[in-house]
């Protein structure tokens, strides 16, 4: 999915959104509500009331990328809070969201960068 190096930071939108916004509508919502660049090369992610779907925001080059994914079966482990209220994760946590998991999971080896041997 996502994992070039491209995004630079991800955004959940705590608590629900409605999703019949489109990229408009999510792009003023981040402008508007978060204070934030919808134009950044981040990932805005949000999801509806019954966790049951999500849509990630991303601009890239000279336009949006609007992905969307609705689960059959189940809900995504998505934090309830205030609407008007944002949070950065890592690109691991969303991964681990969108396979149904905990996005603070306490479990695994944390990630380690590479740097440079003098």
């Known amino acids: 999915?996502?994992?070039?190096?491209?995004?630079?930071?991800?955004?959940?939108?705590?608590g629900p959104t409605d999703l019949r916004?489109?990229?408009?509508?999510?792009?003023?919502?981040?402008?508007?509500?978060f204070k934030l660049d919808p134009f950044s090369s981040c990932l805005f992610v949000f999801c509806n009331?019954?966790?049951?779907?999500?849509?990630?925001?991303?601009?890239e080059h000279n336009g949006f990328w609007l992905y969307y994914r609705r689960l059959e079966r189940g809900q995504f482990m998505w934090p309830d809070y205030d609407l008007t209220k944002v949070t950065a994760i890592s690109k691991r946590e969303l991964?681990?969201?969108?396979?149904?998991?905990?996005?603070?999971?306490?479990?695994?080896?944390k990630e380690v960068l590479a740097r440079t041997i003098i």
């Open 49 to 59: 009331r019954k966790k049951n779907k999500l849509k990630i925001l991303h601009w």
């Open 1 to 14: 999915m996502i994992d070039h190096a491209g995004p630079e930071q991800v955004y959940l939108a705590l």
């Open 95 to 109: 991964r681990w969201l969108i396979d149904g998991l905990p996005f603070k999971r306490q479990l695994g080896h």
């Open 21 to 33: 916004k489109s990229i408009d509508g999510l792009a003023l919502l981040v402008q508007l509500s």
